[in-house]
């Protein structure tokens, strides 16, 4: 047995059996949500897709494992990140080609229900039928509403802390607008409880507003108001769609010809709204300008870091626009989607709705402040239902500051350490190097009482 990784959600580990085939285990970590239903959805899920396949899993801890588990084969081929960057543009483009079909059939099917896929013989208290919405084949309709059905949401946002106690709405939903408001009235009800304001020593790097249960709350009523007409009024970019959200060259497998054979990392995957589901993948997507073929003067430059980085830029350039081009003519939806006007924000306001408390109250803020300025843009048939004043501008602004530098510290960090602290097993050891770098060069910055707080914050 070797360990494979410790994600996000769960610990995983390779094993070879006596026979000499290989399992892949997922032990989840306790803190994973509600890890049964978790567990539980995320099967049903890979059945569903079906890979990779599920060969065994339990719910719940009470069996030898002493943990809940799941044993799946290992996926076929090789991790696209490890063989991406040595592909040559051919290759490439056929990967674009792979993802595109891979989405396809991801809209091929919708629901009438937001919210995570269990068996139908495991259906518990809130499940309803997993009822198709859109023209599927009779046997294929038959066989997803007699396996499957739609329950509550198994994601830790609706279970995290006290949370898991609270009679709050995990759906499953009848709308889009529904799944909103149940964050929002989820978060003021937690907040209005339990959130326990910090000490001034504790929150002395935080801005005031961050503190203040009053000011998130006044967030998520603004929040509940807009629930309504944040998204488009065009119901099919909003259908109840089960979408893999991350789709990155970690979780894909491709094989010797350079075809994508598998797809992992499902557990946060649920039947939600396609608008705030649907992204570019990671590699792929490219924000610069485009340049689909190289200059004339190319042969010319004799900066040979210059002509590397205009060969990268042409090759991004020609992989975003086959994808855009791709999704476009075959996937139309789901192009229309990327390229709605203020997209990104009505997305991120969602995003980062999902807890201000213990993650941070600016940029929701920021979201629901470009929502009112932008409102005739995003809902002109309607008045803007939230306002900010000129004092809670000023006041959003000047924390806003502070947040922008620590922002940027951690985009420095990027792939090495994230924002809660996680890291991987294979950037473990420069995580300790780099944050042994960062604590003495804050002792030789410091002196007195400032120095020994930041000695005591962070003593190993």
């Known amino acids: 047995m070797s360990k494979l990784a410790e994600g996000g959600s769960n610990k995983v580990f390779r094993l070879i059996m006596d026979n000499y085939s290989v399992v892949i285990a997922r032990i989840p970590y306790p803190i994973s949500g509600s890890s049964c239903l978790s567990i539980a959805s995320e099967v049903a899920t890979m059945d569903f897709i079906p890979v990779p396949k599920v060969l065994s899993w339990s719910g719940k801890a009470d069996n030898p494992v002493e943990s809940e588990y799941i044993l799946t084969e290992e996926a076929v081929g090789r991790p696209l990140n490890e063989v991406w960057y040595d592909m040559d543009l051919r290759d490439q483009l056929k990967i674009v080609e792979n993802i595109i079909s891979i989405e396809n059939k991801f809209l091929s099917l919708s629901f009438t229900r937001y919210g995570n896929l269990y068996f139908a013989k495991e259906a518990f208290s809130g499940c309803e039928k ?28 609706f279970w995290n802390k006290e949370r898991a ?26 907040i209005s409880r339990h959130a326990t304001t910090q000490t001034q020593t504790d929150s002395q790097s935080k801005p005031k507003t961050q503190n203040s249960p009053q000011a998130h709350i006044d967030l998520y009523r603004r929040f509940l108001s807009i629930s309504d007409h944040l998204l488009p009024d065009n119901q099919d970019l909003n259908r109840a769609t089960l979408w893999h959200w991350d789709i990155h060259a970690p979780n894909l497998f491709v094989n010797d010809e350079n075809e994508i054979t598998g797809l992992i990392d499902w557990q946060d995957v649920f039947v939600g709204p396609l608008f705030f589901e649907a992204r570019r993948p990671k590699f792929i997507a490219y924000n610069g300008e485009i340049m689909l073929e190289l200059p004339e003067n190319f042969k010319s430059i004799e900066d040979e870091d210059e002509k590397a980085r205009i060969r990268d830029q042409v090759k991004r350039s020609i992989l975003i626009y086959a994808y855009e081009l ?39 803020r920021q979201c629901l402040i470009r929502i009112a300025r932008h409102w005739n843009e995003i809902n002109g048939d309607t008045t803007c239902p939230i306002t900010f004043t000129d004092n809670e501008l000023k006041t959003h602004y000047e924390e806003g500051e502070g947040w922008n530098e620590e922002a940027d510290f951690w985009d420095a960090l990027d792939h090495i350490v994230f924002r809660d602290g996680w890291t991987s097993n294979e950037t473990y050891e420069q995580a300790v190097d780099l944050f042994t770098e960062l604590r003495k060069m804050g002792m030789q910055s410091l002196t007195g009482a400032e120095q020994s707080e930041f000695e005591k914050e962070t003593r190993h």
């Open 130 to 157: 997993a009822a198709v919405a859109n023209d599927v084949s009779i046997s294929q309709r038959m066989e997803v509403e007699t396996r499957f059905v739609i329950g509550p949401v198994s994601n830790k946002s």
């Open 165 to 190: 106690s609270l009679a709050t709405d995990r759906g499953p939903w009848k709308s889009h607008t529904d799944y909103l408001k149940a964050i929002a009235r989820r978060e003021i009800a937690w």
């Open 326 to 364: 791709g999704t476009s003519n075959t996937n139309p939806v789901l192009s229309e989607i990327l390229n709605t006007p203020h997209g990104r924000t009505r997305t991120q306001t969602v995003l980062y709705s999902t807890n201000t408390w213990d993650d941070d109250i600016i940029p929701f």
